[in-house]
T-cell receptor, first 116, second 114 residues
Framework: DTGVSQNPRHKITKRGQNVTFRCDPISEHNRLYWYRQTLGQGPEFLTY????????KSRLLSDRFSAERPKGSFSTLEIQRTEQGDSAMYLCASSPGLAGGRATQYFGPGTRLLVL | AQSVTQLDSQVPVFEEAPVELRCNYS??????LFWYVQYPNQGLQLLLK??????LVKGINGFEAEFNKSQTSFHLRKPSVHISDTAEYFCAVSDRNQGGKLIFGQGTELSVKP
């Protein structure tokens, strides 16, 4: 069990550019979650997948954000036309299921985005 | 809608002293409760969780928490803290009827001084 991994760990981009982040969940975890954390705040839910199906998107996820999990394994989060307000830590988590102990989410190290 | 309130944004404490980090949640349904710890520039590490059963749960690094349904609280405690416990602590709640997404509190910064 290698844990949840995220790449890149850090990304600096200029306003207006597109960026893509990748998350590799723990093997055989069928639920994958994305959160955003701004400085001094708790993480906020963005979206989640069960296998390859995206089941919920937060109102925080504007039209410039898109997430995919094409084969039910890794996931990507893309931000188009980045804005300075997108600067944050983007966290990915996975869990084996929904009920009981299977609902426990394990987090990756995060991708810190800075938009100049 | 669910919400989580961490009553203290910062808690300074001396090494080897006891500490309690307070967490209250609002929910009308059965929930799962979690405490996570975050060290600078890192992701979140699970400290402990309450799913069902005994209301006193023990976690890693000597931490424990007590679920109090009547007061909708899930306070985190440690009888004797170490310098290495200095970090940000987050309380979170999830509702299995809402896909299991976590709702987090604002965090409590624990600062352990020698």
């Amino acid at each position: 069990d290698t844990g949840v991994s995220q790449n890149p760990r850090h990304k600096i981009t200029k306003r207006g550019q597109n960026v893509t982040f990748r998350c590799d969940p723990i093997s055989e975890h069928n639920r994958l979650y994305w959160y955003r954390q701004t400085l001094g705040q708790g993480p906020e839910f963005l979206t989640y997948f069960q296998n390859e199906a995206q089941l919920e998107k937060s109102r925080l996820l504007s039209d410039r954000f898109s997430a995919e999990r094409p084969k039910g394994s890794f996931s990507t989060l893309e931000i188009q036309r980045t804005e300075q307000g997108d600067s944050a830590m983007y966290l990915c988590a996975s869990s084996p299921g929904l009920a009981g102990g299977r609902a426990t989410q394990y987090f990756g190290p995060g991708t810190r985005l800075l938009v100049l | 809608a669910q919400s989580v309130t961490q009553l203290d944004s910062q808690v300074p404490v001396f090494e080897e002293a006891p500490v309690e980090l307070r967490c209250n949640y609002s929910s009308s349904v059965s929930v799962y409760l979690f405490w996570y710890v975050q060290y600078p520039n890192q992701g979140l590490q699970l400290l402990l969780k309450y799913l069902s059963g005994s209301t006193l749960v023990k976690g890693i690094n000597g931490f424990e928490a007590e679920f109090n349904k009547s007061q909708t609280s899930f306070h985190l405690r440690k009888p004797s803290v170490h310098i290495s416990d200095t970090a940000e602590y987050f309380c979170a709640v999830s509702d299995r009827n809402q896909g299991g997404k976590l709702i987090f509190g604002q965090g409590t910064e624990l600062s352990v001084k020698p």
